[in-house]
């Protein structure tokens, strides 16, 4: 399992999160605080604190490197 920092701070970002993350066939969780949703679920996402960075759970070894290059717009940068 791999995790990541994302900001989510606009609908169109989620939107293009999740039909970017649509095209892998593996699981993944958004966990904000102590929730923890689907993040193929729109309806799942807007229901967390998006006001700050939320941490991704990406359950999958292989394509690691395909998927942190998709995400890399929205990957959290201090």
């Known amino acids: 399992m791999t995790s990541v920092q994302l ?5 169109d970002k989620v939107k293009s999160f999740v039909s970017d993350i649509t095209y892998f066939p593996t699981d993944f969780d958004l966990i904000s605080g102590r929730y923890v949703v689907d993040a193929k679920s729109i309806m799942g996402i807007f229901s967390l604190d998006l006001s700050k960075p939320i941490t991704l759970n990406i359950h999958s070894d292989s394509n690691i490197d ?12 201090d």
Do not use: C, F, H, T
């Open 7 to 11: 900001v989510l701070d606009s609908i």
């Open 66 to 77: 395909e998927m942190l290059q998709l995400l890399e717009p929205y990957l959290y940068k």
